[in-house]
């Protein structure tokens, strides 16, 4: 049976110092639901087309996993720097929903 060792106050990582210990853990969490979304349950493969609503954590993620997945990828944000950020991440097309209130009907999905 393997042993765990546990040491008070032990810290694996000092951060940043912009993110503290609880924001850092919902990293994971963002992940793990984007995974299990993208992959487990939506089973993406290249060629499919996944679109990712605004920019926090789980979109970010969702981004990442959908181009190492050879998806495409539509980014939505209200933010012109925003979705400058999600190209440079790989976006493909990205959709300033605040510029453009119908594109769900313009956008071939």
Not at 32 to 44: E, F, I, N, P
Not at 89 to 99: E, F
Request: with cysteine; proline share 3%; glycine share 14%.
């Amino acid at each position: 049976m393997p042993r765990v060792r546990v040491h008070a106050g032990a810290r694996l990582h000092e951060g940043t110092g912009r993110l503290h210990a609880c924001g850092g853990a919902t990293l994971t969490c963002a992940g793990v639901t984007a995974w299990r979304g993208l992959v487990v349950c939506g089973q993406v493969k290249p060629g499919d087309t996944v679109l990712i609503l605004g920019t926090g954590g789980v979109s970010l993620f969702a981004l990442q996993f959908a181009k190492a997945a050879g998806a495409r990828v539509i980014a939505t944000s209200s933010s012109g720097e925003k979705l400058e950020k999600l190209k440079r991440l790989g976006a493909d097309t990205v959709i300033n929903y605040k510029a453009v209130p119908d594109w769900a009907r313009r956008q071939r999905i």
